[in-house]
């Protein structure tokens, strides 16, 4: 029978969770265009697909700024398409974030855009396909939660709404299906816009319109609540159910006969898993981290706190050296390509090391600490949406680490709420945080230790080590930090009960653990044996 160490020395408790893992494995994806190609695997349809007229190439703009355009040039009337879509990854998510910036071009004739969440879709490449509205018509059909942009009155008049699609049909929507004003006469420029689809039943669909992305919220619509039932907005005879995991896309639409085709420009179009808080592979340098997460430095002679950070794949002083991973970038990284390196000094002197720049001194608090907005994160700040319930946060540590306590703090829109859930760095328990230990670990914070905190108005978070209320003079290190995600209920073996001993663990007490321990029942040895 194998053993577990199970001893916790926590100032926070860390729940033991116990329901299954999120079953549908989830990725995030940005497609920029510039350049003039395509970072992901993208795949365009049309419906339907008769002329052959409808196309989807990346156009110039300013610089290597490039874009997207979706373009159909023949009219409805003799068989041009009635939308194209493209879809940037065959990635499938279930809780999701698609977003995009959009151009509104003037042209008041070719006025839909639209964002696609959770698409099922199949190509129909002779018309054939049960799933097909138009037998006969060849083409692109899905089913799929959308969020429509469009301006039938002038680009002056924009409007967002969003709905439910089955099998290129809308008309499911019966009674719910308002448009949402965008405010203001100035949108002949770009706008960044996102769709949210999480939950499974019920699943809660909302549209946003930015001014530009991280930028001020022009217009929201209401949550659309789907369920696997007859909602009050559905038609009769159409339901078909929640839809529940699927791809992410873009879509451009005109079903008149007149005038033809439709003109859909995208730029930056990225689908990310709800629950993602960041992992960190948008960060190219120091720079691009500094933008989200805040460190000590102030660029005078006394810093905020004692840290410093930067990215993996950057040459920082401080590691380098036979003992000190790595010799040469990249440095550790949980998943996908890039982890931030964050280096804390809490003895009030901190020497600031910048790629590529002269080191900098100067004085500090004996804490430290870096700190980023939900807005910079591009995160929603309603954590109880989903049952979430836990914080996790891989952390990779150093040999010549000296330990100092971590802690993490969030704050909600009342300044005055923080609370700080701290985990005391001890060795020897596999529950332990172990700051010289060079591999990953799973920080797992259970959410309801921030009591004083509104978690469906949490604004920042604080990640530090050392004791930010009683600063004292301490130590010093370097530690890689990637993938904090926020999760629903799962299991956690090294955190389950005590009695979980078959493996593989489960996190629960049944018969498969009596069995293991009625295997060994009054078995005795003795050793030395005399």
Known sequence: MSGKMRKLRTICAIVALIVAVIGTAQANWEETFDGNVFDQKWTFHCYPDLTGTFSATIKDGTGDNDYISLDETSPAAVGGSQFGAGFGSDEVFTDVRVGAVFNV?????????????????????????????????????????????????????????????????????GTYQPEVPVPGTDHDKSRYVQLEVIGSDPVYITGSIYEYKDGPLLAITPTLIDTDANDPWERAGI??????????????????????????????????????????????????????WRDGYTGTLTGNSGSNITVSTE?????????????????????????????????????????????????????????????????????????????????????????????????????????KCEKVIYGGSLLDLNLRLE??????????????????????????????????????????FDDMILYQPRCTPALGPAGDIAEPFDCKVDFRDFAVLASGWLNEGLYPQQ
């Open 105 to 173: 071009m003037g042209d008041a004739s070719r006025n839909y855009h639209g964002l696609a969440a959770r698409t099922d879709w199949v190509y129909d490449s002779d018309g054939s396909h049960p799933r097909n509205p138009n037998p006969g018509y060849p083409g692109l059909i899905a089913s799929c939660y959308v969020m429509l942009i469009h301006y039938e009155d002038g680009p002056t008049d924009v409007r967002i709404e969003v709905m439910k699609v089955v099998n290129n049909l809308t008309d499911i929507m």
């Open 239 to 292: 339901h078909d159910g929640v839809f529940a995991a699927g791809v992410s896309g873009i879509l451009g639409m005109w079903r008149d006969p007149q005038p033809s085709g439709y003109h859909t420009p995208f730029d930056s179009v990225s689908s990310i898993d709800y629950f993602v808080v960041d992992d960190m592979e948008s960060y190219a340098n120091r720079a691009d981290a500094y933008v989200v």
């Open 315 to 419: 040459i920082d002083p401080r590691t380098t050296g036979p003992d000190v991973p790595p010799d040469n970038p990249p440095g550790p990284v949980h998943e996908g390509s890039q982890a931030l390196q964050f280096s804390y000094d809490n003895d009030g002197n901190v020497t600031l090391y910048v790629p590529g720049y002269t080191p900098f001194a100067y004085s500090a608090p004996y804490y430290s600490e870096i700190e980023a907005t939900i807005w910079g994160l591009g995160i929603p700040g309603n954590w109880t949406l989903e049952d979430i319930k836990v914080l996790t946060l891989y952390i990779y540590g150093n040999a010549d680490n000296i330990d100092e306590q971590m802690y993490v703090v969030l704050e909600d829109s009342d300044s005055n709420s923080l609370v």
């Open 439 to 480: 591999d990953w670990q799973q920080w797992n914070i259970d959410l309801e230790e921030f009591s004083d905190v509104d978690l469906t108005d949490v604004r920042k978070i604080y990640i530090g080590f050392g004791d930010r209320n009683n600063p004292q003079p301490g130590g010093s290190g370097v530690v890689y």
